[in-house]
């Protein structure tokens, strides 16, 4: 059964149960920058007591936020400007792939994948300044919520925050 069907099928099943519909506004007034580790799917929410409707979740490779004008700035920028967002947390996690992901694993494995050399060197530089910059889970995290800080798309009156959880025992440590 494919993963598409796999879903179709559970929301057969989901949809028989009542749902209340929910605001848009995230209660908590907070955003968090996650990643996209399935380890944490399920798991990070109720160790950080978060429920439906209460904050907004943008999850990405490494939980990485970038200093230039990027995806997830932009997506923070609809948090604060348009859904009452007054709060940013980067939650990083322990034993993150990042760790281990390097620029040149990436073009090695684009090229068994038959990915043209234009199109990698093309990509070459964003790539290396993405990939070899992440070393470990809490260095990423603090120059993420630097980012957030320094970004000029974002007014400086947000707070931004950083924790790591240990996806193994869902402790959460402050980092910055």
């Avoid at 936020?65 to 948090?79: A, E, Q, R, T």
């Avoid at 964003?126 to 992440?134: C, S, V």
Wanted: aromatic fraction near 6%; charged fraction near 20%; proline fraction near 4%.
């Amino acid at each position: 059964m494919s993963i598409v069907d796999k879903i179709l099928t559970a929301n057969k099943a989901f949809m028989k149960s009542s749902h209340t519909p929910i605001s848009k506004f995230p209660q908590y007034h907070a955003a968090i920058v996650t990643c996209m580790d399935t380890r944490l799917v399920n798991f990070l929410e109720p160790a950080a007591g978060i429920e439906r409707g209460t904050v907004k979740i943008i999850k990405t490779a490494g939980n990485t936020v970038g200093s230039d004008f990027n995806d997830v700035i932009k997506s923070l920028m609809i948090c604060v400007y348009e859904l009452q967002v007054k709060e940013i947390v980067v939650i990083g996690h322990y034993q993150c792939g990042m760790e281990k992901t390097t620029s040149q694993g990436l073009v090695d494995h684009m090229r068994i994948h038959g990915i043209n050399d234009n199109i990698i060197n093309d990509i070459l530089p964003d790539l290396r300044n993405w990939a070899d910059a992440f070393h470990t889970s809490c260095q990423n995290v603090t120059e993420s919520v630097a980012n957030i800080k320094a970004s000029k798309y974002l007014p400086d009156d947000i707070p931004a925050h950083g924790l790591i959880i240990d996806p193994d025992t869902g402790k959460i440590d402050l980092i910055k």
